[in-house]
């Protein structure tokens, strides 16, 4: 019964993510995200992990789609498809190949058994990787300043323009 | 040889990392490559929980997840900043055009 | 205490560099000041190290993960030792810097990577973990090219250092070998570890590891095949090539030799291939010395056959000998380096063809640099004699006759060339017509240090013996007291003989050297300008080097979708080799 759940979750996360690839314009590929947002945070849910999950659905779902909507409106959304730069077949193989070795390799170390821990989200997070929290603030405000130093930038083109 | 559910978890992850990974040397676009990082992104929050649910320590596996969820979090606003600009001085978001372009 | 002394000996000057450069080109007197103080203060730090000298390691603790196992430093005699003449003549490089490089641009630049050199450099022969030996010698080969090429408008400046850059690399490859196979083979990087497992090595291993580091050793101290580099890097300035090709860094090669010497005598061929590769470039370079015009360009072959002595030294066996040569080669080719630089700042010209009579308006100048002279040719009392004699005598226990008959000569023909440099400078009536300036105070403070200590730097001989016995667990070398090496040397007939040729090339060097044309001249000079057919092939790996990189620099297309799909592909090759290895 788990089985299926996840492999529905998942595999509708896996043909989602290949529509949004596919997508000609980037609002349908948005809304794509959006949906694999979902899906994942499903999955981490059944796997246990329901902090995770939250924050994944509100940051995916919510905040990404909203940065991507708002970056289309900015630079207008051409509806181009243009062949890509490198031969379909070359990356369907050289990705292939990845995967199957991952998969190879990776199998096997899911038949051990689990040793049991700490599982409590909170203490871990605050004690046990108190620097990962500092970072994270200092992340989201080198982040922050990056981006309002970006927007605010004037072009050049528009800057002389004026003064002529 | 039976399933389980964590197996097909792992399987799924593999997955969206090929999917991503195809995207990824597929895409023109600029904007859509900064969408497909945040596929891979999501590959590998399953990936941690996944590995932090095996070896029974669930609760680093989900600070390492929220971790990863704000940090990717910053790089998708810098890069769309920076897609922005981009698009404002050079005119187009085709990436092989922006790699030829000069000055 | 030792970790701190240690510590400071290699961040003093690192320090300083930085600080230097930070003090900005437009307050050069700030700027001379500030490496002055700097570089006198590692000095006495590295004098200071003497009295903590052990071979028990110093562990300056960094958590580095246990990839790289922990930052030792032995301060042991082979180390402290050579730390001590890398900051002494460092500073008195420096402090003649001042006046060689007045007025000149780019000062920060310069005082940087000088002493950026000095702080590597001591950190190299401190460290006890081989993988940052080999980072320091990486650092050292930085620096010296980035001071090789310091006048980089001049395009054979620039040829020269990258000359230089490339065949010392070929051995940084040699070196990273040797290191691997040891990490491979005993799981450390510890030099101690080497030193004393190194019978339980198999065969092979250690044999790749010998040879390895003496293709590194060769690269770095210009030996045979390798010697082509330093005297295309004598465009450096002067006080550069005193410190850097002629007193320390060149030494880094003997320094791995020495200190390997115990893990490796038992490798079938070794000392044999060690003692042919010093005996061959001292020979070549003696007679290509014969030869040069150019003053700094002899001196540089002059120092290609020393090194040829130190190296033939430790192939016959004689770690201390090559140690204490090398003590009095630093002094006196360091002095010898310094006073041709204040004569080539007087003069404009580097051409000795030209020179000639300078003796008379540069007093203190020629009477050092006679000094230096006397020391090279191995003139009693002088510290050149002792420590040449001490190699020679090595030799004849130890190494086949014919070796010992041609270094014989090779001291002849040293005598020979020292002599006619002196002639074609500072004697004879002037050739053309130059303005001639006196040095200035601060030249003449180095030289005068430099001088003395040629006097005076033999005397520590019982001091170095006992500091390198009791302080080296694994070479086995003997107590011996400086009264013993000098009743052993006078008294040992292979001195007088060798005297008795040093006396011969002198006095030929005066009667035919009167003119500067050399009998064999017009045969010899053809060969000699192609460094006897060898400068080929380091023309070939370096023309190689360079077609190899254009090659690679077309994989760089600059698109995104192919830089992801090389990822992708480095990522495949991971995981194939992991899968491999499973």
Redesign the interface.
């Known amino acids: 019964m788990e089985s299926i759940q996840y492999a529905v979750f998942l595999l509708g996360a896996i043909f989602c993510a290949y529509r949004a690839i596919v997508a000609k314009r980037i609002l349908s590929a948005t809304i794509y995200l959006a949906c694999i947002s979902a899906l994942v945070s499903a999955t981490l849910y059944l796997l246990g992990a329901a902090q995770v999950a939250v924050m994944e659905l509100s940051v995916g779902a919510g905040l990404v789609t909203v940065l991507l909507v708002y970056a289309v409106s900015v630079v207008g959304d051409d509806a181009m498809d243009p062949a890509s730069v490198i031969p379909k077949p070359l990356a369907f193989g050289v990705v292939g190949l990845v995967a199957v070795l991952l998969g190879w390799m990776a199998f096997p170390a899911l038949r051990t058994t689990a040793a049991i821990g700490s599982f409590d989200l909170a203490s871990s997070l605050w004690q046990t990787r108190v620097l990962d929290v500092w970072i994270q603030i200092a992340l989201i405000f080198s982040g922050v300043m990056g981006v309002l130093g970006l927007l605010s930038e004037k072009v050049p083109g528009a800057k002389e323009e004026v003064e002529q | 040889m039976t399933?389980?559910?964590?197996?097909?978890?792992?399987?799924?992850i593999?997955?969206?990392?090929?999917?991503?990974?195809?995207?990824?040397?597929?895409?023109?676009?600029l904007?859509?490559?900064?969408?497909?990082l945040?596929?891979l992104i999501?590959a590998v929050?399953?990936a941690l929980?996944?590995a932090?649910?095996?070896?029974?320590?669930?609760?680093?596996?989900?600070?390492?997840?929220?971790?990863v969820?704000?940090?990717d979090?910053?790089v998708?606003?810098?890069g769309?900043?920076?897609?922005?600009?981009v698009?404002?001085?050079l005119g187009t978001?085709?990436?092989?055009k922006i790699?030829?372009m000069r000055g | 205490m030792a970790e701190i002394i240690v510590a400071l000996v290699i961040v003093l000057p690192w320090l300083g560099a930085l600080v230097v450069w930070l003090a900005r080109n437009k307050h050069p007197r700030l700027q001379h000041t500030l490496a002055v103080l700097f570089s006198v203060l590692t000095a006495i730090a590295s004098l200071a190290l003497f009295m903590f000298a052990s071979s028990e390691a110093v562990e300056i603790q960094l958590p580095l993960g246990k990839a790289f196992g922990v930052l030792t430093f032995v301060p042991d005699g082979l180390a402290v030792s050579l730390t001590a003449i890398a900051a002494v003549i460092g500073s008195l490089a420096v402090i003649f810097s001042v006046d060689y490089m007045h007025g000149e641009a780019q000062l920060g630049r310069y005082y940087f990577l000088v002493l950026f050199f000095i702080g590597a450099m001591t950190g190299l022969v401190l460290s006890g973990n081989l993988l940052f030996t080999f980072f320091f010698w990486e650092i050292t080969a930085l620096c010296s090219y980035g001071l090789i090429s310091f006048y980089n408008d001049d395009s054979k400046a620039v040829a020269g250092g990258i000359k230089a850059l490339i065949i010392t690399q070929v051995g940084g490859v040699g070196l990273l070998a040797g290191t691997l196979v040891a990490f491979v083979e005993l799981g450390s990087f510890q030099i101690s570890d080497v030193l004393a497992n190194a019978a339980s090595l198999p065969a092979a291993a250690l044999a790749w590891m010998a040879f390895s580091f003496l293709v590194a050793a060769a690269a770095k101290s210009a030996q045979f095949p390798f010697h082509t580099w330093l005297p295309d890097a004598m465009e450096a300035p002067t006080p550069v090539s005193a410190l850097i090709h002629a007193a320390t860094m060149v030494n880094a090669g003997i320094y791995l030799l020495a200190r390997f010497y115990p893990a490796f005598e038992a490798v079938p061929g070794w000392t044999m291939s060690v003692l042919l590769v010093g005996l061959i470039s001292a020979l070549i370079a003696a007679v290509s010395a014969l030869i040069a015009t150019d003053l700094k360009r002899a001196l540089a072959y002059s120092t290609v056959s020393q090194l040829g002595y130190m190296v033939y030294a430790i192939g016959a066996g004689g770690v201390l000998a090559s140690q204490f040569h090398l003590l009095s080669h630093a002094v006196f080719k360091a002095l010898l380096f310094l006073a041709a630089g204040s004569v080539i700042h007087s003069v404009g010209t580097r051409d000795m063809r030209r020179m000639g009579g300078l003796g008379r308006q540069m007093p203190f100048v020629r009477n050092v640099f006679i000094v230096g002279a006397l020391a090279l040719a191995g003139v009693p009392i002088l510290n050149g004699f002792w420590s040449k004699e001490l190699i020679l005598e090595i030799g004849l226990e130890h190494s086949p006759l014919w070796a010992y008959g041609v270094m014989l000569f090779g001291a002849g023909l040293t005598a020979f060339y020292t002599f006619r440099m002196v002639w074609l400078v500072f004697f004879g009536k002037e050739r053309d017509r130059l303005n001639v300036h006196r040095a200035g105070s601060a030249m003449r403070v180095a030289l005068g240090i430099l001088a003395g200590g040629t006097f005076v730097t033999w005397l520590f001989f019982g001091g170095l013996n006992n500091l390198l016995a009791s302080t080296l667990p694994f070479h086995e070398l003997e107590h011996e007291s400086l009264l013993e090496l000098v009743t052993a040397i006078l008294s040992a007939p292979a001195t007088w003989l060798a005297l008795l040729v040093v006396g011969l090339g002198a006095g030929i060097s005066w009667v035919r050297a009167r003119g500067y044309r050399l009998f064999g001249g017009d045969w010899l000079s053809p060969l000699v300008e192609t460094s006897f057919g060898f400068d080929s092939l380091n023309r070939f790996i370096v023309q190689g080097t360079y077609k190899v990189a254009e090659q690679f620099s077309r994989t760089q297309t600059g698109e995104l979708n192919w830089n992801i799909l090389g990822i992708i592909s480095a990522l495949l090759v991971v995981l194939v080799v992991l899968w491999l290895g499973a």
């Open positions: 399933l389980t559910p964590l197996d097909i978890v792992l399987f799924g593999i997955a969206l990392l090929g999917v991503g990974f195809y995207g990824l040397l597929i895409t023109r676009n904007i859509k490559i900064v969408m497909v945040q596929i999501k929050l399953l929980v996944l932090g649910k095996l070896s029974g320590n669930l609760g680093l596996g989900q600070s390492t997840a929220a971790t969820i704000v940090a979090t910053i998708a606003v810098v769309l900043a920076l897609a922005v600009q698009r404002r001085r978001l085709d990436v092989p790699s030829s």
